[in-house]
């Protein structure tokens, strides 16, 4: 449902085709650039505020530099579908899972890499006590 939704509108490119097979069971995540990137990311963020109405959720991101744009341009996505944001900043899955159970919210995203060998990023979405990431991969010239 999510990726649908993420896919009705157009992207700011025409060009940019939406990668509906980034979504999986419990996270999301694709290729940083290519697959997941500041507008995708946007628009995840917007899907999810439209979708499950939280009204207010957590986020956090990890260490790496790309990680804060993709937070930042979720954040947007989420608080233009009218969600309140609380943003732990630079945190692990378990500081949002800490947060999603123990704080006065409806949910929350994680930003962070995967440890797959093309160095995918991962996201995860909570929502209602559940878990499911959100991942993007950095380009990585070899």
């Not at 969600?83 to 995203?109: P, S």
């Amino acid at each position: 449902m999510l990726a649908h939704l993420c896919s009705c509108k157009p992207m700011n490119n025409p060009q940019t085709l939406f990668p509906q097979h980034i979504f999986r069971a419990y996270d999301i995540r694709g290729k940083l650039g290519t697959e997941l990137n500041e507008e995708i990311a946007y628009k995840i963020g917007r899907a999810y505020g439209q979708i499950y109405q939280p009204k207010t959720v957590v986020i956090g991101c990890d260490i790496r530099l790309s990680s804060e744009g993709l937070k930042q341009a979720t954040i947007q996505g989420l608080t233009d579908a009218g969600v309140n944001v609380l943003d732990l900043g630079m945190t692990g899955t378990e500081e949002v899972y800490f947060g999603a159970f123990h704080l006065d919210v409806q949910g929350g995203i994680e930003i962070t890499a995967t440890t797959t060998p093309s160095l995918r990023w991962a996201s995860g979405l909570v929502r209602q006590r559940d878990l499911v990431r959100l991942a993007a991969s950095p380009v990585v010239s070899s």
